[in-house]
């Protein structure tokens, strides 16, 4: 793990993997709840967790040691998994099939029997990239992305499934669509799912 100062009051960690972003993430967001931290965002990436508004940076490289070699965050206070309801008719279903070596019902067993976590967010607000697929099931992007993706799309890239929060342009593989809001400025907070959730998928009738 690599800690660089990012500006007067935050710490960029460098990290080796996404199993590596989530303890510190998950020791960072324990130790802020226990006021042992004060930090005013903590935002995990694919590689890399940013704490701003820290009054003491230098004290992040003292306060993950100790974390170490302590016992592992309580899970108490943690969030309720969440449930998204999909129905499996997307356009690329029957090739994700292909590429698991399984037909349509597989990949539903799959995609609902995975219990998924939020990882970060980004691309657009209310995207959520999603862990939890065994390696067997990680599938590479289309070789031609779509020029517009419909708002609810149930996706799979690389290591992660997805929702489209909003229609946009995208290359993952679609499998679903989901009537689920991802993102709603009346809602607080907007996003449905935020770093660190469970989220599990059920099929819709």
Known sequence: MRIRRAGPSAVLLE???????FAAYDLLTAARAEGTLRASEIVPAARTVLIDGVAEPDRIAALLETGRSAAPPSAAGSPP?????V????EDLDDVARLWDTDRAGVVAVHTGTEFRVAFCGFAPGFAYLTGLDPRHHVPRRASPRTRVPAGTV??????????????????????RTAAILFDLDR????????????RFVEAP
């Not at 907007?190 to 469970?198: D, F, I, N, Q, R």
């Open 15 to 21: 990290v080796a993997d996404t199993a590596a972003v």
């Open 81 to 85: 998994t969440i449930e998204i309801p």
């Open 87 to 90: 129905r499996y008719d997307g």
């Open 155 to 176: 996706a799979l890239a690389g290591p992660y499934s997805g929702v489209y929060p909003v229609a946009s342009p995208g290359g993952w593989q679609c499998i679903g």
């Open 188 to 199: 607080d907070p907007p996003a449905l799912l935020s770093p660190g959730a469970t989220v």
